[in-house]
């Protein structure tokens, strides 16, 4: 779906105004043959985050520049507030195995150390601090320590692949090498090429996932 980027750029500035999550007050959208980039800020890291998944819902958007910035809104908190606000989220979260990840926080910044064995129990280390008051950015160097990787676990993905309803008509090509799985071709959409990612993470003994995937 091609559409003017004047067009999407009113399209992509209503879908952040839809979110009641997000405070799009202060975000510059700019669109150049379906590629947006936001600029400007927002009050919190989280919605760092919620502003690409808004835009990447946007029909015709094909890539996405992520340039905002967090600006606090009120007293800064220090950064040993942040890692026992942080610490007690990881600890309070059922997904995240307790006392696997330990956190460093460095003028607001956060980085995540540890193993876990699986994709989501990373997924929800990041998400647990994402939502914080405070945060104005996250290194994730949590490692994953996974199962053995079967022989056909690219022919594993193909067929969940053509399960799914959202990814079903993208043309993905799926090749590993070793506990690393790449992933080439294109699809219609921004959804399904997150969901192809997701779902060659979902299989057992994947440690990356290398998404190349183009949307056209």
Avoid: C
Wanted: no cysteine; proline share 4%.
């Amino acid at each position: 779906m091609h559409k003017p980027n004047n067009l999407l750029e009113h399209d992509v500035r209503d879908q952040l105004d839809w979110d009641p999550q997000l405070d799009p007050t202060r975000i510059v959208v700019k669109a150049d043959s379906g590629r947006v980039t936001l600029s400007g800020s927002v009050p919190t890291f989280y919605e760092v985050d919620l502003a690409t998944d808004d835009a990447a819902a946007v029909g015709g958007v094909k890539e996405i520049d992520n340039q905002l910035l967090v600006g606090l809104a009120g007293d800064a908190l220090t950064d040993g507030e942040i890692a026992v606000a942080v610490a007690s989220s990881l600890d309070s979260d059922r997904l995240v195995p307790k006392g696997a990840v330990t956190v460093d926080v460095m003028e607001g910044y956060v980085t995540l150390h540890g193993t876990v064995r699986h994709h989501y129990q990373r997924q929800a280390a990041e998400h647990a601090v994402r939502r914080l008051d405070g945060v104005l950015g996250m290194t994730d160097d949590i490692a994953i320590s996974g199962d053995p990787i079967p022989g056909d676990v690219a022919d594993r993905i193909n067929k969940a692949f053509q399960r799914s309803a959202i990814i079903d008509e993208a043309n993905i090509t799926v090749s590993n090498i070793g506990t690393t799985v790449y992933l080439d071709g294109t699809s219609d959409t921004w959804t399904a090429r997150e969901e192809a990612e997701d779902t060659a993470w979902a299989a057992p003994g994947v440690a990356e996932v290398i998404d190349r995937i183009e949307v056209v």
